[in-house]
Nanobody
């Protein structure tokens, strides 16, 4: 299962960044797919997921209203648009997929990409 995350970098507080996850059309349309993150010294946590049955989206409270998950099936890419970034958003961000389409958005999925580092600092 291909999951190649990119787009991380250094951004100032209040700034924006868009992460991309290159995968396959089959994965985007058939698997549960989402974004997770792991901050230094902390456990991996969910950020946002897509329910591929009905296209509904889920966001963890700390990012709701600031982040937006989307997918472009034609480009076989999953995105995470991040706005109004805060220092506490600093983490390695991972895209992940699970063959159970309605799998809960929790960091125990089967397939993981390599992660991309987002640093929010002035």
């Amino acid at each position: 299962v291909q999951l190649q995350a990119s787009g991380g970098g250094l951004v100032q507080p209040g700034g924006s960044l868009t992460l991309s996850c290159a995968t396959s059309k089959f994965i985007l349309e058939s698997y549960a797919i989402g974004w997770f993150r792991q901050a230094p010294g902390k456990e991996r946590e969910a950020v946002s997921c897509i329910n591929n049955r009905d296209g509904s989206t889920y966001y963890e409270d700390p990012v709701r209203g600031r982040f937006a998950i989307s997918r472009d099936v034609a480009k076989s890419t999953l995105y995470l648009h991040m706005n109004n970034l805060k220092p506490e958003d600093t983490a390695v961000y991972y895209c992940a997929a699970d063959p159970i389409p309605l799998r809960a958005c929790i960091p125990t999925w089967d397939f993981w990409g390599q992660g991309t580092l987002v640093t929010v600092s002035s």
